[in-house]
């Protein structure tokens, strides 16, 4: 599955941004996606997670009450809507799929097989 993500740039604390992915193709292989994000000198860190079925989500605390993770299945899109952005929220996200059943270490980047390219989330103060 390949996946394009887009939707970064530069906002002022406070602001709003979306991401998107998309996938490429069909999507019948996948049970969940998410969202990470990386910083320089630090690892990647899960910011959020949607059932690809169900929709049921999940996120970091961090983030928790400020993003919103959301799918649209017929357009084989992944959403990330951030609110109340943060200086300390500026990183390099990525999406990423999973086709595995289990939830199992959902948390960790290596759930996941598929990952898009970045894109640069700038928060300034």
């Known amino acids: 599955v390949q996946l394009q993500a887009s939707g970064g740039g530069l906002v002022q604390a406070g602001g709003s941004l979306r991401l998107s992915c998309a996938a490429a193709?069909?999507?019948?292989?996948?049970?969940?996606m998410a969202w990470f994000r990386q910083t320089p000198g630090k690892e990647r860190a899960f910011v959020a997670v949607?059932?690809?079925?169900?929709?049921?989500?999940g996120y970091a605390d961090s983030v928790k009450n400020r993003f919103t993770i959301s799918k649209d299945n017929n357009k084989n899109t992944l959403y990330l809507q951030m609110d109340s952005l943060k200086p300390e929220d500026t990183a390099v996200y990525s999406c990423?799929?999973?086709?595995?059943?289990?939830?199992?270490?959902?948390?960790?980047?290596?759930?996941?097989?598929?990952w898009g390219q970045g894109t640069l989330v700038t928060v300034s103060s």
């Open positions: 990423a799929a999973s086709g595995n059943r289990s939830w199992m270490n959902y948390k960790t980047g290596s759930h996941y097989a598929y």
């Open positions: 193709e069909r999507t019948s292989s996948i049970h969940r």
């Open positions: 949607i059932d690809w079925r169900d929709g049921a989500a």
